[in-house]
């Protein structure tokens, strides 16, 4: 089970990036390409996220996807569905709180994947709150099934090239507020350009962005 964030191996693109693309179909790829790295590491599981939507008290805004839980529901489908073609099958963190609005937008998707949970009592929970599924708790340094037995894809897929991939998402993901200045990960801004990178390609795509006050990515806040 891998549990590393998307920014290891995608530099700067996280969940909140994800959730702020135009084109949320690049999820996929992002989802091929960390399939494909994790199973060369030996793994056959990957956390793609939690089971909660952004809002600002969260510990960690770039851990989230979206305010929306169906949009956020899309992203988690289009990242297990790219994890899958690399023969790696997604997992949803159920610790710490949860988005019951996400767990109907997931039921509705059917996309009702393995989930993490600290305890019994959480994954009696989310049951009664419709949502069926493998639960997994964290024991002794390794991951016990509470339901469900491990399962094996025996498929993989091409890698991407992660340079490539990178510069796609993080152009489409550069969001336009109003006139104003280029923000840098900056998390619930109000004016000017949203970017993810402070790398040159997308500073100079943001400059443009702020000219033609037009940009691809949407609002995750």
């Given amino acids: ?25 690049l999820a996929f790829d992002v989802g091929r390409y960390v399939g494909n790295v994790v199973r060369s590491m030996g793994y056959y599981y ?29 992203v988690y489908e289009y990242l297990s569905q790219g994890l899958g073609s690399s023969g790696v099958i997604a997992v ?25 949970v600290e305890d019994r009592s959480k994954a009696d929970l989310l049951v009664n709150l419709g949502f069926n599924t493998s639960f997994i708790l964290v024991q002794d340094g390794g991951y016990t099934f509470l ?11 091409a890698m991407l090239d992660a340079d490539e991939l990178r510069r796609k998402v993080l152009s489409n993901a550069i969001i336009y507020l109003s006139p104003g200045e280029i923000q840098v990960r900056k998390t619930f801004a109000r004016s000017g350009v949203v970017v993810f990178s402070d790398e040159p390609f997308v500073l100079e795509l943001a400059k443009k962005v702020l000219e033609s006050r037009s940009a691809p990515g949407r609002v995750p806040w």
């Fill in 147 to 157: 339901n469900g037995a491990p399962k094996i894809l025996y498929w993989s897929s």
């Fill in 1 to 25: 089970m891998c549990e590393q964030p998307l920014e290891s191996f995608l530099k700067d693109v996280s969940l909140l990036t994800l959730g702020s693309l135009g084109n949320l179909g």
């Fill in 92 to 116: 949803l963190d159920g610790r710490g709180k949860i988005d019951a609005g996400l767990i109907g937008a997931l039921n509705n998707r059917k996309l009702t994947l393995p989930t993490i």
């Fill in 46 to 74: 990957y956390v793609i996220g939690p089971l909660d939507t952004l809002s600002q008290d969260d510990p960690d805004h770039f851990y989230r996807v979206h305010k929306s839980p169906f949009i956020t529901a899309e």
